[in-house]
């Protein structure tokens, strides 16, 4: 999952980017961060996050990337009921 998201990264900054440009180089420690990040953005479970990093633990996750959690990541989602 991590090498799909990293050539999809990519594929994106070589689209928009001016032709004949060189791409900035960013080191594997920067690509992991906005995995994490881009994960948690879209309401992934932190725990899952953790475990794609390889943490022992979900305090580094939200230690490092506390922002990204919404308040409501463990509250239970709105369910439609049909009521008649």
Not at 52 to 78: C, N, W
């Amino acid at each position: 999952m991590l090498v799909d998201f990293v050539l999809g990264l990519q594929r994106e900054a070589e689209d928009i980017r001016p032709r004949g440009l060189p791409l900035p180089y960013r080191n594997p420690y920067q690509v992991r961060h906005t995995y994490a990040s881009t994960l948690l953005t879209a309401s992934q479970n932190p725990w899952y996050v953790a475990q794609q990093l390889r943490h022992e633990d979900v305090e580094m996750v939200f230690s490092t990337y506390g922002k990204f959690i919404r308040e409501d990541y463990q509250k239970p989602k709105a369910e439609l009921r049909i009521v008649g």
